[in-house]
């Protein structure tokens, strides 16, 4: 797609636009509920580890062969260094994607099976819409050995990092969806 086309073309309200390096174009639904989760761990990588923590959201991260990840939420070692303008995947401490109404598959699937492929430590879904959250550790060559789930309301959850330090997730925090009303 070409650059003039980009900017003339108008994407549909409530999608995130990425645009891959290797010119794909990448259309993501946003819902209040993505966005205020997204917001909602932020504050608690904050709280657990620091307002200087390395951390990031929706940025690209480097996975080998071409298969880049943008995740809702990474956790980074404190020495990671950024090879040209993005982290790898070996200073990746913790993933977490929000589901959305069009990515469970790849949320809980997809994903699963490729961050345990590339040794990511823990793996963490967060579904508004369930209402849970699913702690996946000890990566495999196919996903995960373990997968703990937690509800939503159930308290502060502690999370080891491979580095010693403690991501602690507060589960009665995590935004609820809003039942829909009338349209406007």
């Not at 636009?17 to 990588?45: C, N, R, W």
């Not at 307002?51 to 990671?80: G, M, Q, W």
Request: aromatic residues 10%; charged residues 25%.
């Amino acid at each position: 797609m070409s650059v003039d086309a980009i900017v003339h073309t108008e994407f549909p309200e409530g999608y995130t636009v990425f645009f891959g390096a290797d010119g794909k174009v990448i259309m993501t639904p946003q819902s209040l509920e993505h966005s205020s989760t997204i917001k909602a761990m932020q504050y608690d990588t904050i709280v657990s580890l620091g307002r200087h923590a390395k951390t990031a959201s929706d940025v690209y991260v480097d996975f080998p062969a071409d298969e880049n990840s943008a995740p809702d939420l990474a956790i980074f070692r404190e020495d990671a260094r950024r090879e040209g303008k993005r982290y790898g995947f070996e200073d990746v401490l913790l993933i977490s994607e929000v589901v959305s109404t069009s990515s469970a598959r790849k949320d809980y699937d997809d994903c699963t099976a490729k961050y345990g492929r590339y040794g990511i430590p823990v793996y963490l879904v967060v579904d508004p819409y369930a209402q849970e959250v699913v702690l996946h550790t000890q990566p495999t060559a196919t996903g995960y050995i373990t997968a703990q789930t937690h509800k939503y309301g159930t308290g502060k959850l502690p999370i080891p990092l491979a580095d010693g330090r403690t991501f602690t997730l507060d589960l009665d925090e995590l935004p609820r969806p809003e039942p829909e009303t009338g349209t406007r």
